[in-house]
Structures are given as C-alpha cells and as structure tokens.
C-alpha cells in the first residue's frame, strides 16, 4: 500500500484537533450572509449617540462608533439609488434601482418616475444626468466589501462626494494587483464645507502591516464568494453625502472591469 497522503488527508492533519467542517457551507452564495454596513457619521445623523461621533465610522451591528478603522480590502461592486429626495427617510422605498450601477432591476423598467419612463440601461435615463452644478437625482455608488481587523465581513459605501476618493482606492488596488499584494487600508475622514454646510467625505491610509493571520485566513475561506454584490440590498439610510482571492497574499477582484473614468488621477504614495 502506498505511503502517500491523499490531499484530503493532508488537509486533515493540518487542522486544529477542535475544528469541526459546517457541511454546505461551500454551497453558499453572497445573498446567504448578513452584511453590517460602516457608515461615515454626518451631523444629520440620527442613530444613537450619531451627535457625538460626526466624522467617524459607525458599525450598524455593534453600533460602535471607530474614529479610524483598519480593513482589508476583498471586493466591489458598483450600484445605483434613485430616492424621492423631498420626502427621503431612513424607512423610503427606492424609485428605482440598479445592482450594477449599468441596467435597473427589471421591476423598474418602463415604470414612470416624476415624468421620465425608466430605460432599461442607466446611461440613458435622465434621472443619472447632471444637470448645471445640481447633482443627479439618482446616485452611483462604489460599495466596497471589506473584512475588520476581527476578520467580521462588512460593507462601506463610497458616493457623492466620495466617489473621488474611491477613485484613489482602486489606484491603489490596481497598483496591488501588479504586485500581488493585499489593499490593507485606514478608513477616516475629512470635514468639508459646501452650499449645504459642513459634512464629511471618507479618507483613507494605506497600512504598511501585514494583516493579521486571521483576516487572511477568512479571506482565504471567502475565496469566490462576492459580498460586495450584496451592497444594492443593504439599508441606505445615509442617503446624504465579485471577489476571487486566489491566496490569502492575493486578492483578486472580478468586479474590478472599470474604465479610465473610474480611476483619479492624483495617485496616492504607494509604500508596497
């Protein structure tokens, strides 16, 4: 009999003698997860203790208020609102929606909204136009999916504003990707005043650490499953302002097919 191991075997003597295999987890697809969300806290912020925390980062489930949180970036996927702007509340219902940020779910498609019949591909609906400085009635979102530094998958949203910034994050990833390294990150914040008052647009640092070993371990286990996918159904109530990791070293982001458009060109230092 040979002496060899089978990979099965092999793969069992490498685990912990306390692990037990949940069966059907591999079945699992991005809908099956619950997804927390970490919001930039706006001065209009109602959630508890938001007047206390303006500038930071609250977790909606451990409603935590983090000045500077670490994440390790792991996907993206773009998305597309359109709310009532005068009657908008944390509870409104969408006018319209897109999982992509290209073509409305088919339940909107030829449905009239203030006068306009919803095409069946954004970049023709009026509702996604500029028009002047007024910005357009119905927002594209950058929806990044990230793990903490508990290796806790959460989802942060980039609009408005921030888009800018999101710009400069997938610069980042980009340049990672060339490189095959992780995009490990610090989320912050910086005031800005406009025509509405003062409000905040999201910042970020790159970490020059490796992750902890856990967080790259749960990212390994996530491998194939896009969460940031999931983005188009989390509660938006901020209305203000697909992942393949074929290592834990190397993640990879097969909703990353954006054009030059997408990317700012004022690149942040790169300290890979």
Same mark, same amino acid.
């Given at each position: ?69 670490? !994440?390790?970036?792991?996907? @993206?996927?773009?998305?597309? %609102? ?6 908008? *509340?944390? =509870?409104?219902? $969408? ?17 009239? !909204?203030?006068?306009?019949? @919803?095409?069946?591909?954004? %970049? ?6 500029? *028009?002047? =400085?007024?910005? $357009? ?136």
């Amino acid at each position: 009999m040979s002496k060899a191991l089978t990979t099965k075997e092999q793969n069992a003597l490498a685990l912990p003698a306390d692990y037990v295999e949940v069966a059907g987890f591999d079945q699992l697809g991005p809908e099956d997860f619950s997804l927390p969300r970490m919001i930039l806290v706006q001065s209009q912020h109602v959630h508890e203790g938001a007047e206390k925390h303006p500038g930071e980062w609250y977790r909606t489930d451990t409603n935590e208020h983090i000045e500077n949180p670490r !994440v390790l970036v792991i996907g @993206i996927a773009k998305s597309r %609102a359109l709310f009532d702007s005068d009657t908008f *509340s944390r =509870d409104s219902e $969408p006018l319209c929606r897109s999982d992509d940020g290209y073509k409305p779910r088919m339940e909107y498609i030829g449905t009239g !909204v203030n006068g306009v019949t @919803i095409p069946n591909n954004c %970049a023709s609906c009026p509702h996604g136009e500029w *028009s002047g =400085d007024t910005a $357009p009635s119905c927002q594209l979102a950058d929806n990044w999916a990230a793990l903490s530094e508990e290796g806790e998958p959460v989802i942060f949203r980039m609009k408005g504003s921030g888009m800018k910034v999101s710009k400069q994050l997938k610069n980042v990833i980009r340049v990672a990707r060339a490189r095959k390294r992780p995009t490990y990150i610090e989320l912050g914040s910086v005031r800005e005043i406009g025509d509405q008052g003062n409000y905040f647009v999201p910042s970020f640092q790159i970490v020059r650490e490796v992750p902890p070993p856990d967080v790259l371990e749960m990212a390994k286990e996530l491998s194939g499953i896009n969460l940031a996918s999931r983005a188009a159904e989390v509660s938006d109530f901020d209305n203000t302002n697909g992942v393949t990791i074929s290592s834990p070293e190397e993640p990879e982001f097969p909703g990353y097919s954006h054009s030059d458009a997408d990317y700012q060109p004022e690149q942040p230092e790169i300290p890979f």
